[in-house]
C-alpha cells in the first residue's frame, strides 16, 4: 500500500512548483486554450512527465516548441514576427508552430482571437460494397471512379500493393505526404516530413510501406481494384486516383523537435494536410473527396474548436466533401452526464483499473464541461477516499494536489473556455514512477452559483485508456468524437455487414453482432448542442481490404487470424472501415457529376439512405439518415456522361388486380414522357400479377416500344418470360435506341402464354390498347414503366393543389394534395424554426408516398415553418412552401403521447417530452385507481422528447387502464395521462 506523503515534502514539492511556475498576463492568458496555460505554468514538470514516459530521449523545458491552432485575420508576417511558424491558412483557422515562450507574445497580438493547443488523434469488401451497392453503380451505371481524386489521412499506404496498381502496372497513388518522416525533402511550403511523387513511387524510390496498417486498408475500401487475388475484394472507386497524408506526429507535447518525433497524428498536422491535398489536387485539376478516420474522444463535443472551425472552413471556402468517422467508443462507458442543481452536489465515479489486472498508466486525462453561466466547483476523490482542494470554477493557481495515494492531480478550470465559450475542467491525475493508482477514482461537482443555465455536466475520458471508463452517470450520446462532431463535414457511424470469417489456415471465427443492425462499437450521437451526427451509416464490421507490406510481417507471424484466406488481404472493423465506403461512392458520384458541390453530395447521401426494421425512419441517433445506398445517390446526381437515368412512372405502385387481352397479336401499352430529349431507352419494366395466362402457358410475352408520333416500332421485340412475380424488367439497353418524342412501352400477347399484369381501375390518361390494327387509348392504368438515360440535368414542373399545417398534443400534421399523382414519385418534407432553408431539416428518411406526414419531433409553444418537395419520377424535386404553425403548449407543458400500440397484448411504446430535467414516474392505475404497474420510478431525466418500451407481466389481465406521467423539478410539479388498454 501507497502511504500518503509528509505535509513537509508535500509542501515543499508544491513551492518548488510554484517556484518555477510561469506566469502569463490576464490579457493573454483569456485567449489561450487551457492546456497550453497548463503547460505553459509548469513546463519542467510536464517535460519530467514525458521523459519518464519511455518515449526515448530526455526533453529539455527550455527547448518545448508547441503545435497550434490560430484564430485570427493578423497577417502571415506579423504572426511570423512573433514567432510563430506558419503552416496552413484556412479562412481564419491558421496553423503554426509556436515556442513555448513566445506563446503570450503571440497571444498578446490584437488580431489573435484565441489560440488552441493542438489535439492528438487516434485511428478510429466482398460483401460490403455490393451489400451498399457499390458493384451496382459499376455495373450497372458504369461509374468506377476514374478521374476523381480520393484523399486519405491515414497511417500511410503501400502504394506498390497490386490493388493500387493500374493496367500498366503503374501506381495509381499520386503522391504521398509523410509528415512523421525526419529525412525530407518536405512539400514545397512545409518544414517537416517527406514527399512522394508519382513518378518516384513508379521508379521504386518511394519507402513507405505503412506499417500501422489501417491507411491501406481504408485506402483499398474506398479506390483498391482487387487485382492482388480473385477473392473479390474490389472497392467502392476501383479506378480512382489516391493521395495519401500520414498525418503528423505531434499534439501539445511537441518538445522543440523538428520534425516531431512522438508520433501519433494531429489536429495541426491535420488542417496541414488538408490544405496540401487542395494544392495537389488543384494541380492535377480533378474533383477530389477527403476520407479521415481519425478522432478523439475529448474536447466539447458541439463543434466549436479551432480544429473544427479549421475543417469546416476547408470544406466550405475549398467545397471538398470530406467523410470522417464517427468513432468505436460506444461500449467503452467514456462519457458520463449528470445535473449539479444548488443544493445537491454530483458525484460521479470511475475505474482506473483492477489491481493486479490492468496495465499500469503513468496519466489519466478527462475533461468535464458545462454551460455558459452556470459554475461549479471540483472535487477529487482517490481510491483510499482521500480528497483534493477543492478547485473553484476559474482555478489558474494549484501546481499540482498530491492525494494520500500517491498521485497527483492536476487541475486547470474556466468558467468560460477562450474558444468553446462553456465551463471546463480539465483533470489529469499523474504518476510516471509507480502508475496511476488502480480502483474507483471520483469526482465531487457543486454549484459555485444558482446554476442558471441547468446544471448539467459532460465529462469525457480520453480515447485509448481502456481501463479508464465512469461507473456511474453513463450517457450512450453525444460519443460521436471530434472532428466528426464538426458541422460541415459527413460522419459515417458503422452497420454490420459480416459477422463470421475464415483466415488464411481456414479458421472459422464470428462477433456477437447481428446482421444488418449498427455495429455495437459505432459511436452515436447526437452532438453536445444537438445536432444530427452522424449523417448516416455505413458497412464496417469485418470488412476485407489491403494488407500492407510493411504489416504482413506482424500479420502473418501473430495475428493470423486478421488474415484473409488470399494472403493479401486483412480484415478489419470500425467506423474507420465504414468511412471510406461513403468517400468511395462520393468519388463515384463525381464521376458522374465532377462539379457537385459539398452540400449537394451530402444532401444526396441523406436523401437516398436506405431504412429498415433496424434503421427506423429519420433520423436516429446511430444509423443517422440510414445505410449507405450507393445506387440511389449516385443516380441523385445529376450532370453529364453516360447513365443518367430516370424511371417514368405513371402508376401509384399499388396494382389492385391483374389483366390481360387472350388474343394473338394484340396488346397493350403505356405512353411515356421522358423529362429531356433525346433519351435513350434502358430498361422496360412490367408489373406481373400472375404467369399462367389465357391458355395456362409460361407467362411469355413480346416486349417493344412504339414512337407515337409516326406509329414506328423503337426497339426489337424481345421475348421475356417473367420467372415470377412483381416487377419485371428487360433490359434494351444494348440496343441503344433513341426518341425524340413521347412512346409507348408495350406488351403484346401470342394468346396463349400472355401473363395478367398490374392494373388500376383510376385512368391515367396514359394507357393504350392494340386490337390487331389500330392503337386506341383506355380508361384504366397499366402497370408498365420505363428506364431511360438522358445524358444530362432534368428539370420538371409538378403542380401542387394545397399544402396546410395543424397542431395537435406532441405533434404537427402537413396536408396536401397534388394535382396528378401518377407524375409524382414521392415526396419530402423540411423543417426549421425559421422562413430561411439555410440550415433546415429533413424529417423524412425513405420517400413518403402519401399525401400526409405526421412531425412527432416538435416541442410545445414553438413556431415551426414547413416545405415540402414533391420529387419526380426523375428524381427532380419540385419545392412548396414555407406553411407556419405554432405548436399547442408553452415553457411548462408536460406532453405524454398516446402508449402505441393501443390496444396491446404486449409490449408498448411511450413517448413523453419533459418541459426542464427533473425526477420522472410512469406507473399503470387500473380503473379503481389503484396503481398495478411501475414503468418508470424516480428517474432522473434531462429536457425534451423521451422514450420507453414497456411490456406488461404475465399476471396483470385484460382490461382498461390508464398510463400516468409524473414529472418534479426543483420549480415544477406536472402529470399527464393516457389510456391504456390491455388484450391477453
Same mark, same amino acid.
Given at each position: 500500500?501507497?502511504?500518503?506523503?509528509?505535509?513537509?515534502?508535500?509542501?515543499?514539492?508544491?513551492?518548488?512548483?510554484?517556484?518555477?511556475?510561469?506566469?502569463?498576463?490576464?490579457?493573454?492568458? /483569456?485567449?489561450?486554450?487551457?492546456?497550453?496555460?497548463?503547460?505553459?505554468?509548469?513546463?519542467?514538470?510536464?517535460?519530467?512527465?514525458?521523459?519518464?514516459?519511455?518515449?526515448?530521449?530526455?526533453?529539455?523545458?527550455?527547448?518545448?516548441?508547441?503545435?497550434?491552432?490560430?484564430?485570427?485575420?493578423?497577417?502571415?508576417?506579423?504572426?511570423?514576427?512573433?514567432?510563430?511558424?506558419?503552416?496552413?491558412?484556412?479562412?481564419?483557422?491558421?496553423?503554426?508552430?509556436?515556442?513555448?515562450?513566445?506563446?503570450?507574445?503571440?497571444?498578446?497580438?490584437?488580431?489573435?482571437?484565441?489560440?488552441?493547443?493542438?489535439?492528438?488523434?487516434?485511428?478510429?469488401?466482398?460483401?460490403?460494397?455490393?451489400?451498399?451497392?457499390?458493384?451496382?453503380?459499376?455495373?450497372?451505371?458504369?461509374?468506377?471512379?476514374?478521374?476523381?481524386?480520393?484523399?486519405?489521412?491515414?497511417?500511410?499506404?503501400?502504394?506498390?500493393?497490386?490493388?493500387?496498381?493500374?493496367?500498366?502496372?503503374?501506381?495509381?497513388?499520386?503522391?504521398?505526404?509523410?509528415?512523421?518522416?525526419?529525412?525530407?525533402?518536405?512539400?514545397?511550403?512545409?518544414?517537416?516530413?517527406?514527399?512522394?511523387?508519382?513518378?518516384?513511387?513508379?521508379?521504386?524510390?518511394?519507402?513507405?510501406?505503412?506499417?500501422?496498417?489501417?491507411?491501406?486498408?481504408?485506402?483499398?475500401?474506398?479506390?483498391?481494384?482487387?487485382?492482388?487475388?480473385?477473392?473479390?475484394?474490389?472497392?467502392?472507386?476501383?479506378?480512382?486516383?489516391?493521395?495519401?497524408?500520414?498525418?503528423?506526429?505531434?499534439?501539445?507535447?511537441?518538445?522543440?523537435?523538428?520534425?516531431?518525433?512522438?508520433?501519433?497524428?494531429?489536429?495541426?498536422?491535420?488542417?496541414?494536410?488538408?490544405?496540401?491535398?487542395?494544392?495537389?489536387?488543384?494541380?492535377?485539376? *480533378?474533383?477530389?473527396?477527403?476520407?479521415?478516420?481519425?478522432?478523439?474522444?475529448?474536447?466539447?463535443?458541439?463543434? &466549436?474548436?479551432?480544429?473544427?472551425?479549421?475543417?469546416?472552413?476547408?470544406?466550405?471556402?475549398?467545397?471538398?466533401?470530406?467523410?470522417?468517422?464517427?468513432?468505436?467508443?460506444?461500449?467503452?462507458?467514456?462519457?458520463? /452526464?449528470?445535473?449539479?442543481?444548488?443544493?445537491?452536489?454530483?458525484?460521479?465515479?470511475?475505474?482506473?483499473?483492477?489491481?493486479?489486472?490492468?496495465?499500469?498508466?503513468?496519466?489519466?486525462?478527462?475533461?468535464?464541461?458545462?454551460?455558459?453561466?452556470?459554475?461549479?466547483?471540483?472535487?477529487?476523490?482517490?481510491?483510499?477516499?482521500?480528497?483534493?482542494?477543492?478547485?473553484?470554477?476559474?482555478?489558474?493557481?494549484?501546481? +499540482?494536489?498530491?492525494?494520500?495515494?500517491?498521485?497527483?492531480?492536476?487541475? !486547470?478550470?474556466?468558467?468560460?473556455?477562450?474558444?468553446?465559450?462553456?465551463?471546463?475542467?480539465?483533470?489529469?491525475?499523474?504518476?510516471?514512477?509507480?502508475?496511476?493508482?488502480?480502483?474507483?477514482?471520483?469526482?465531487?461537482?457543486?454549484?459555485?452559483?444558482?446554476?442558471?443555465?441547468?446544471?448539467?455536466?459532460?465529462?469525457?475520458?480520453?480515447?485509448?485508456? !481502456?481501463?479508464?471508463?465512469?461507473?456511474?452517470?453513463?450517457?450512450?450520446?453525444?460519443?460521436?468524437?471530434?472532428?466528426?462532431?464538426?458541422?460541415?463535414?459527413?460522419?459515417?457511424?458503422?452497420?454490420?455487414?459480416?459477422?463470421?470469417?475464415?483466415?488464411?489456415?481456414?479458421?472459422?471465427?464470428?462477433?456477437?453482432?447481428?446482421?444488418?443492425?449498427?455495429?455495437?462499437?459505432?459511436?452515436?450521437? $447526437?452532438?453536445?448542442?444537438?445536432?444530427?451526427?452522424?449523417?448516416?451509416?455505413?458497412?464496417?464490421?469485418?470488412?476485407?481490404?489491403?494488407?500492407?507490406?510493411?504489416?504482413?510481417?506482424?500479420?502473418?507471424?501473430?495475428?493470423?487470424?486478421?488474415?484473409?484466406?488470399?494472403?493479401?488481404?486483412?480484415?478489419?472493423?470500425?467506423?474507420?472501415?465504414?468511412? $471510406?465506403?461513403?468517400?468511395?461512392?462520393?468519388?463515384?458520384?463525381?464521376? *458522374?457529376?465532377?462539379?457537385?458541390?459539398?452540400?449537394?453530395?451530402?444532401?444526396?447521401?441523406?436523401?437516398?439512405?436506405?431504412?429498415?426494421?433496424?434503421?427506423?425512419?429519420?433520423?436516429?441517433?446511430?444509423?443517422?439518415?440510414?445505410?449507405?445506398?450507393?445506387?440511389?445517390?449516385?443516380?441523385?446526381?445529376?450532370?453529364?456522361?453516360?447513365?443518367?437515368?430516370?424511371?417514368?412512372?405513371?402508376?401509384?405502385?399499388?396494382?389492385?388486380?391483374?389483366?390481360?387481352?387472350?388474343?394473338?397479336?394484340?396488346?397493350?401499352?403505356?405512353?411515356?414522357?421522358? $423529362?429531356?430529349?433525346?433519351?435513350?431507352?434502358?430498361?422496360?419494366? !412490367?408489373?406481373?400479377?400472375?404467369?399462367?395466362?389465357?391458355?395456362?402457358?409460361?407467362?411469355?410475352?413480346?416486349?417493344?416500344?412504339?414512337?407515337?408520333?409516326?406509329?414506328?416500332?423503337?426497339?426489337?421485340?424481345?421475348?421475356?418470360?417473367?420467372?415470377?412475380?412483381?416487377?419485371?424488367?428487360?433490359?434494351?439497353?444494348?440496343?441503344?435506341?433513341?426518341?425524340?418524342?413521347?412512346?409507348?412501352?408495350?406488351?403484346? !400477347?401470342?394468346?396463349?402464354?400472355?401473363?395478367?399484369?398490374?392494373?388500376?381501375?383510376?385512368?391515367?390518361?396514359?394507357?393504350?390498347?392494340?386490337?390487331?390494327?389500330?392503337?386506341?387509348?383506355?380508361?384504366?392504368?397499366?402497370?408498365?414503366?420505363?428506364?431511360?438515360?438522358?445524358?444530362?440535368?432534368?428539370?420538371?414542373?409538378?403542380?401542387?393543389?394545397?399544402?396546410?399545417?395543424?397542431?395537435?398534443?406532441?405533434?404537427?400534421?402537413?396536408?396536401?394534395? $397534388?394535382?396528378?399523382?401518377?407524375?409524382?414519385?414521392?415526396?419530402?418534407?423540411?423543417?426549421?424554426?425559421?422562413?430561411?432553408?439555410?440550415?433546415?431539416?429533413?424529417?423524412?428518411?425513405?420517400?413518403?408516398?402519401?399525401?400526409?406526414? *405526421?412531425?412527432?419531433?416538435?416541442?410545445?409553444?414553438?413556431?415551426?415553418?414547413?416545405?415540402?418537395?414533391?420529387?419526380?419520377? &426523375?428524381?427532380?424535386?419540385?419545392?412548396?412552401?414555407?406553411?407556419?404553425?405554432?405548436?399547442? +403548449?408553452?415553457?411548462?407543458?408536460?406532453?405524454?403521447?398516446?402508449?402505441?400500440?393501443?390496444?396491446?397484448?404486449?409490449?408498448?411504446?411511450? /413517448?413523453?417530452?419533459?418541459?426542464?430535467? +427533473?425526477?420522472?414516474?410512469?406507473?399503470?392505475?387500473?380503473?379503481?385507481? /389503484?396503481?398495478?404497474?411501475?414503468?418508470?420510478?424516480?428517474?432522473?431525466?434531462?429536457?425534451?422528447?423521451?422514450?420507453?418500451?414497456?411490456?406488461?407481466?404475465?399476471?396483470?389481465?385484460?382490461?382498461?387502464?390508464?398510463?400516468?406521467?409524473?414529472?418534479? &423539478?426543483?420549480?415544477?410539479?406536472?402529470?399527464?395521462?393516457?389510456?391504456?388498454?390491455?388484450?391477453?
Amino acid at each position: 500500500m501507497r502511504r500518503a506523503h509528509l505535509l513537509v515534502a508535500l509542501a515543499m514539492l508544491v513551492w518548488v512548483h510554484m517556484a518555477s511556475a510561469a506566469v502569463m498576463s490576464p490579457e493573454a492568458a /483569456r485567449k489561450v486554450d487551457p492546456k497550453l496555460l497548463f503547460l505553459h505554468k509548469d513546463p519542467a514538470m510536464f517535460a519530467k512527465g514525458f521523459t519518464n514516459a519511455a518515449l526515448g530521449k530526455a526533453v529539455d523545458p527550455k527547448g518545448i516548441v508547441v503545435p497550434v491552432l490560430i484564430k485570427t485575420t493578423a497577417p502571415r508576417s506579423e504572426l511570423e514576427a512573433a514567432g510563430a511558424s506558419v503552416g496552413s491558412v484556412l479562412g481564419d483557422i491558421v496553423t503554426a508552430r509556436i515556442p513555448l515562450e513566445k506563446l503570450e507574445t503571440l497571444a498578446l497580438l490584437q488580431d489573435v482571437e484565441a489560440i488552441e493547443a493542438s489535439y492528438r488523434l487516434y485511428n478510429c469488401m466482398d460483401v460490403s460494397v455490393p451489400e451498399c451497392g457499390g458493384t451496382r453503380v459499376r455495373t450497372e451505371l458504369g461509374y468506377d471512379g476514374n478521374g476523381v481524386i480520393v484523399g486519405l489521412l491515414d497511417t500511410g499506404i503501400d502504394p506498390y500493393h497490386p490493388d493500387f496498381l493500374d493496367a500498366t502496372n503503374k501506381t495509381r497513388v499520386q503522391y504521398i505526404w509523410d509528415q512523421w518522416s525526419q529525412t525530407g525533402p518536405a512539400p514545397s511550403g512545409y518544414t517537416y516530413g517527406r514527399e512522394w511523387t508519382k513518378q518516384q513511387i513508379d521508379a521504386g524510390q518511394c519507402t513507405m510501406t505503412d506499417e500501422g496498417a489501417h491507411g491501406s486498408h481504408c485506402a483499398g475500401t474506398a479506390a483498391g481494384d482487387g487485382s492482388a487475388s480473385s477473392a473479390g475484394y474490389i472497392g467502392m472507386a476501383p479506378k480512382a486516383d489516391i493521395m495519401m497524408v500520414s498525418n503528423l506526429s505531434a499534439d501539445i507535447f511537441t518538445y522543440g523537435f523538428a520534425p516531431p518525433w512522438y508520433t501519433s497524428p494531429s489536429t495541426m498536422g491535420s488542417l496541414d494536410a488538408l490544405a496540401y491535398l487542395y494544392t495537389k489536387k488543384t494541380q492535377l485539376n *480533378k474533383p477530389m473527396v477527403v476520407s479521415w478516420s481519425q478522432g478523439v474522444t475529448m474536447g466539447p463535443h458541439d463543434g &466549436s474548436t479551432l480544429f473544427e472551425q479549421g475543417v469546416d472552413n476547408f470544406i466550405t471556402t475549398r467545397n471538398i466533401p470530406v467523410c470522417i468517422a464517427a468513432g468505436n467508443d460506444q461500449e467503452q462507458n467514456w462519457h458520463a /452526464r449528470g445535473q449539479v442543481t444548488a443544493g445537491t452536489p454530483l458525484l460521479m465515479s470511475f475505474t482506473t483499473g483492477t489491481p493486479g489486472e490492468d496495465q499500469l498508466t503513468g496519466e489519466v486525462k478527462f475533461e468535464v464541461w458545462y454551460k455558459l453561466g452556470d459554475k461549479f466547483n471540483l472535487e477529487v476523490i482517490d481510491p483510499w477516499g482521500g480528497v483534493s482542494n477543492m478547485f473553484g470554477p476559474d482555478e489558474t493557481t494549484w501546481p +499540482g494536489w498530491i492525494m494520500s495515494s500517491g498521485d497527483t492531480v492536476w487541475v !486547470y478550470s474556466n468558467s468560460n473556455h477562450p474558444v468553446s465559450h462553456k465551463g471546463y475542467f480539465n483533470i489529469t491525475l499523474w504518476d510516471y514512477n509507480d502508475g496511476v493508482t488502480q480502483g474507483t477514482w471520483a469526482i465531487r461537482l457543486s454549484a459555485n452559483n444558482s446554476v442558471p443555465q441547468g446544471g448539467q455536466t459532460d465529462g469525457w475520458f480520453e480515447r485509448n485508456q !481502456y481501463s479508464v471508463h465512469w461507473l456511474d452517470h453513463i450517457s450512450l450520446e453525444s460519443i460521436v468524437g471530434m472532428p466528426g462532431s464538426s458541422k460541415q463535414a459527413i460522419t459515417v457511424g458503422s452497420y454490420n455487414t459480416k459477422i463470421q470469417w475464415y483466415d488464411i489456415d481456414g479458421n472459422g471465427y464470428n462477433v456477437g453482432e447481428t446482421l444488418g443492425e449498427i455495429s455495437g462499437f459505432s459511436s452515436n450521437g $447526437p452532438t453536445a448542442d444537438g445536432r444530427q451526427k452522424p449523417n448516416l451509416a455505413a458497412p464496417g464490421q469485418i470488412i476485407a481490404s489491403v494488407m500492407s507490406a510493411g504489416a504482413e510481417p506482424n500479420y502473418m507471424q501473430n495475428q493470423r487470424y486478421y488474415v484473409a484466406p488470399d494472403g493479401a488481404h486483412l480484415y478489419m472493423q470500425g467506423t474507420s472501415m465504414a468511412t $471510406p465506403h461513403v468517400a468511395g461512392c462520393i468519388a463515384l458520384m463525381l464521376d *458522374k457529376k465532377p462539379t457537385a458541390s459539398y452540400t449537394e453530395i451530402r444532401d444526396a447521401l441523406q436523401n437516398t439512405a436506405r431504412h429498415d426494421s433496424y434503421t427506423g425512419q429519420g433520423w436516429q441517433k446511430d444509423f443517422g439518415w440510414g445505410k449507405l445506398d450507393a445506387y440511389a445517390a449516385v443516380q441523385a446526381m445529376g450532370g453529364g456522361g453516360p447513365g443518367q437515368t430516370v424511371e417514368l412512372i405513371y402508376d401509384d405502385g399499388t396494382p389492385s388486380s391483374g389483366y390481360y387481352w387472350p388474343s394473338a397479336g394484340q396488346g397493350s401499352g403505356v405512353q411515356m414522357t421522358p $423529362p429531356q430529349f433525346p433519351a435513350t431507352i434502358k430498361k422496360l419494366k !412490367y408489373y406481373i400479377n400472375s404467369l399462367s395466362g389465357a391458355g395456362g402457358g409460361n407467362g411469355s410475352f413480346s416486349a417493344r416500344t412504339y414512337d407515337t408520333v409516326t406509329g414506328n416500332q423503337i426497339t426489337n421485340a424481345v421475348t421475356a418470360t417473367p420467372t415470377g412475380t412483381g416487377w419485371f424488367e428487360v433490359d434494351v439497353s444494348a440496343q441503344n435506341k433513341q426518341v425524340t418524342a413521347e412512346f409507348l412501352v408495350c406488351m403484346f !400477347y401470342d394468346g396463349v402464354n400472355t401473363p395478367t399484369y398490374g392494373y388500376d381501375s383510376a385512368d391515367n390518361g396514359r394507357a393504350w390498347d392494340f386490337n390487331g390494327t389500330t392503337w386506341d387509348t383506355w380508361n384504366e392504368t397499366y402497370f408498365m414503366r420505363t428506364i431511360v438515360s438522358t445524358g444530362s440535368p432534368v428539370d420538371e414542373d409538378i403542380e401542387l393543389a394545397g399544402l396546410s399545417a395543424s397542431s395537435r398534443e406532441g405533434a404537427v400534421t402537413l396536408s396536401w394534395s $397534388p394535382t396528378v399523382t401518377w407524375e409524382i414519385a414521392g415526396y419530402n418534407v423540411y423543417r426549421n424554426v425559421t422562413a430561411e432553408t439555410e440550415s433546415w431539416r429533413q424529417l423524412n428518411g425513405g420517400m413518403v408516398t402519401s399525401t400526409s406526414f *405526421k412531425d412527432e419531433g416538435v416541442e410545445p409553444g414553438q413556431t415551426y415553418f414547413y416545405w415540402l418537395e414533391a420529387v419526380a419520377p &426523375s428524381g427532380v424535386g419540385t419545392l412548396f412552401g414555407p406553411v407556419d404553425v405554432t405548436t399547442l +403548449g408553452g415553457p411548462t407543458t408536460l406532453w405524454l403521447v398516446q402508449p402505441r400500440p393501443t390496444p396491446t397484448n404486449g409490449p408498448a411504446s411511450v /413517448r413523453f417530452f419533459l418541459p426542464a430535467p +427533473g425526477m420522472v414516474s410512469m406507473d399503470l392505475y387500473d380503473i379503481a385507481g /389503484r396503481r398495478v404497474a411501475s414503468m418508470m420510478d424516480g428517474e432522473e431525466l434531462g429536457s425534451g422528447w423521451r422514450s420507453l418500451s414497456w411490456a406488461p407481466t404475465s399476471t396483470l389481465p385484460s382490461g382498461r387502464y390508464v398510463c400516468r406521467l409524473a414529472f418534479e &423539478s426543483d420549480d415544477l410539479q406536472l402529470s399527464a395521462t393516457k389510456p391504456y388498454i390491455l388484450i391477453r
